[in-house]
C-alpha cells in the first residue's frame, strides 16, 4: 500500500527541488531524513517535512512501521507562477517570473 503526502506552493522552483528529490528516491526514510539534514541547500528542510509528514500518514493512518518504510517515488511538478518586474538600464523595466512548485513523496512498506 501507498501513502502520499505533498507541499503545495512551495516558492522554490521545481528545477531546484528535483536535484534535491534524485538524491532520497529509493531510499529508507531513516536514510533519506539522515541524507537531507546534511545537504546545503535550504530545499532540503522543506523535503524533509514532507517525508516527515509521508511517513506520519503512514504510521497513524495504516498502522505500519515507520522504520521499514521506502520512499517509492518523489516528484516536484509546477504550480502557480508570478509575473513580477525589476527595474533595468535606462529606465526600462525586466520582467521575471517566481516560480512555485507542488512537492509529493509516496511511501511504501517494505
Known amino acids: 500500500m501507498e501513502v502520499v503526502a505533498s507541499a503545495?506552493?512551495?516558492?522554490?522552483?521545481?528545477?531546484?527541488?528535483?536535484?534535491?528529490?534524485?538524491?532520497?528516491?529509493?531510499?529508507?526514510?531513516?536514510?533519506?531524513?539522515?541524507?537531507?539534514?546534511?545537504?546545503?541547500?535550504?530545499?532540503?528542510?522543506?523535503?524533509a517535512k514532507v517525508v516527515k509528514s509521508a511517513a506520519a500518514n503512514a504510521e497513524n493512518n495504516y498502522q505500519m512501521s515507520p522504520a521499514q518504510l521506502r520512499i517509492v517515488s518523489t516528484f516536484a511538478n509546477e504550480g502557480q507562477t508570478l509575473?513580477?518586474?525589476?527595474?533595468?538600464?535606462?529606465?526600462?523595466?525586466?520582467?521575471?517570473?517566481?516560480?512555485?512548485s507542488h512537492i509529493t513523496v509516496i511511501v511504501e512498506e517494505e
Open 83 to 100: 509575473s513580477r518586474y525589476r527595474a533595468g538600464a535606462r529606465g526600462r523595466v525586466n520582467p521575471f517570473r517566481r516560480r512555485f
Open 8 to 47: 503545495r506552493q512551495v516558492r522554490v522552483s521545481p528545477r531546484k527541488v528535483r536535484l534535491v528529490l534524485d538524491t532520497v528516491r529509493g531510499k529508507k526514510v531513516d536514510e533519506a531524513l539522515a541524507i537531507l539534514s546534511f545537504l546545503p541547500t535550504p530545499v532540503a528542510r522543506t523535503v
